[in-house]
């Protein structure tokens, strides 16, 4: 099992950058493929990125594709999502996720409980 708790997360202004970082517990982290989805209000959750366990493997939602970067540290059991360019449809809650399989859907086992991103004009 594995415990996922974001941040990084805030305010900022059309056309700037966050950093989302994913602090995972246990030792099996190496064991997982990550995943990042978002959900706007009244929107249903979609997915974002997603990297392999090893990392050698990333992919990516189309509306990301080029701006969004998705990386791992299995030493420090931690996954980023490097987002620029952000535009107003990027606001959303921004959660990550973890799973036995390197998938793009929402059948992730393990979720943390979410970080806000919010992008202003």
């Known amino acids: 099992q594995v415990q996922l708790v974001e941040s990084g997360g805030g305010l900022v202004q059309v056309g700037g950058s966050l950093r989302l970082s994913c602090a995972a517990s246990?030792?099996?982290?190496?064991?997982?493929?990550m995943g990042w989805f978002r959900q706007a209000p009244g929107k249903e959750r979609e997915f974002v990125a997603a990297?392999?366990?090893?990392?050698?493997?990333?992919y990516y939602a189309d509306s990301v594709k080029g701006r969004f970067t998705i990386s791992r540290d299995n030493f420090k059991n931690t996954v980023a999502l490097q987002m620029n360019g952000l535009k107003p449809e990027d606001t959303a809650v921004y959660y990550c996720?973890?799973?036995?399989?390197?998938?793009?859907?929402?059948?992730?086992?393990?979720w943390g409980q979410g970080t806000q991103v919010t992008v202003s004009s």
């Open positions: 996720a973890a799973d036995e399989r390197f998938r793009s859907t929402n059948e992730y086992a393990y």
């Open positions: 246990g030792r099996t982290f190496s064991s997982y493929a």
């Open positions: 990297i392999s366990r090893g990392g050698s493997m990333t």
